[in-house]
């Protein structure tokens, strides 16, 4: 039995998030029927972070297990020969047997896009969340400097949530502009359910204007989540980088300041 470690990329939208599900088509499954075509046996895969329904992802992680002899490249080019062309494995590799791409990762990286403009975009409209007044990308900076360090984020925390504690450790936020877009990273630990949507959507009254600084300062200590603004929508949200410790080998990932490419 051999373990492996593969990289995912997905358009969320026509999903109903990563996990399997009965009612209706996941990324995870068709990941699995991919790679248990490949291996001629049934595959299960875990991943590093389960994404929501509408949520992308650029650089998922996963492994599975197989007693398959495979190359690398059958894995890649094989599975993706029966992937629907909204999800592609981008590399796969052999991995150490104690690597588990969910309790083995040391951060997560997600990427908000916020198309800012008059009007929606017609083209754009399952990749972006549209917002059309005017937002400050440097105001909004300043409120998520708020959220560095190892804190409570009950006022970003999903009621569905259900994770033991509300404690994360943000360790880096970034915020810029691209012409139309505002794009927003988030580097953490781990993250709560809806917890960047959550955080976004509160950000966002900052950058218009709505809040001033010490409001959602004031919010975010209330670790009361009725006091935070309404949930963003999944589709401007990506899943762009997971880090785990350097003895595990995996390829470096670029995060660049591209609206959606990590080079």
């Not at 969320?12 to 991919?34: A, I, K, N, Y």
């Not at 970003?156 to 877009?181: G, L, Y």
Request: hydrophobic share 40%; proline share 5%.
């Amino acid at each position: 039995m051999s373990k492996w470690v593969a990289c995912v990329e997905y358009a969320g939208h026509p999903f109903c998030g990563w996990q399997r599900q009965t009612h209706s088509p996941s990324v995870q499954q068709c990941v699995e029927d991919g790679l248990s075509r490949v291996a001629d046996h049934s595959i299960e895969v875990q991943c590093a972070g389960r994404t929501d329904t509408g949520v992308h992802a650029t650089n998922q992680i996963i492994h599975f297990d197989s007693l398959a002899k495979r190359p690398s490249h059958a894995w890649v080019r094989g599975a993706n020969t029966f992937l629907p062309e909204d999800i592609r494995i981008k590399w796969c590799q052999p991995v150490l047997d104690d690597f588990h791409a969910r309790f083995s990762a040391q951060s997560r990286t997600y990427r908000y896009i916020v198309l800012n403009t008059p009007t929606k975009s017609a083209l754009a409209y399952h990749y972006v969340t549209w917002h059309s007044s005017p937002l400050c990308e440097q105001t909004m900076g300043k409120a998520l400097e708020l959220l560095a360090g190892e804190n409570d984020f009950s006022a970003f925390q999903a009621a569905s949530c259900q994770s033991n504690t509300p404690m994360r450790n943000v360790i880096q936020t970034t915020v810029w502009r691209i012409q139309h877009h505002v794009i927003i990273e988030i580097e953490a630990n781990a993250f709560l359910h809806h917890m960047v949507r959550n955080i976004v959507g509160s950000v966002l009254r900052v950058g218009d204007g709505r809040w001033a600084l010490d409001t959602f300062r004031n919010v975010f200590n209330s670790r009361d989540r009725t006091k935070a603004a309404e949930t963003a929508p999944p589709n401007g949200l990506y899943l762009v980088e997971v880090k785990y410790p350097a003895l595990f080998k995996l390829p470096a990932i670029e995060r660049g300041p591209g609206i959606f490419s990590q080079h």
